[in-house]
């Protein structure tokens, strides 16, 4: 049982039965148990995601979101294969970032669900 760890997504990939409790990406019918966390603990022993599922929505979220590259340090352009160029900006440093916007939670979980809820309807196809 999880509420929204990536935890979650390393238990699918090792076969282990996941009851999302709160908000996550992968918390699709065929990856995780579906059903109530009473139940849960009675039938998440007959309970397996499928596979092939996994794999497909692995790949789709690999594809999208993941870039070859470092936030910490400029990387050589030769060793760089995600294709992205940095160029030179003024940006200030991170610790010169002024924070005083708060950060809008609903705004980005209903963001966030969104997303998911597209991301099923590809790994579908």
């Not at 966390?37 to 092939?52: I, K, T, V, Y």
């Not at 160029?85 to 963001?111: G, S």
Request: with cysteine; glycine share 6%.
């Amino acid at each position: 049982m999880v509420i929204n760890s990536t935890v979650g997504l390393s238990a699918i990939h090792h076969g282990a039965p996941v009851k999302v409790c709160g908000i996550a990406i992968y918390d699709i019918k065929g990856l995780t148990y579906q059903g109530s966390l009473d139940r849960f603990w009675n039938e998440s022993s007959s309970f397996a995601s499928n596979h092939g599922l996994y794999v497909r929505f692995r790949s789709f979220i690999i594809r999208r979101t993941q870039l070859n590259g470092s936030f910490y340090k400029r990387l050589h352009l030769n060793k760089m294969h995600s294709g992205i160029r940095w160029k030179e900006t003024n940006y200030p440093e991170p610790e010169n970032v002024d924070r005083k916007d708060p950060v809008n939670i609903p705004e980005i979980c209903e963001r966030n669900l969104k997303n998911k809820e597209l991301a099923f309807r590809l790994i579908q196809k």
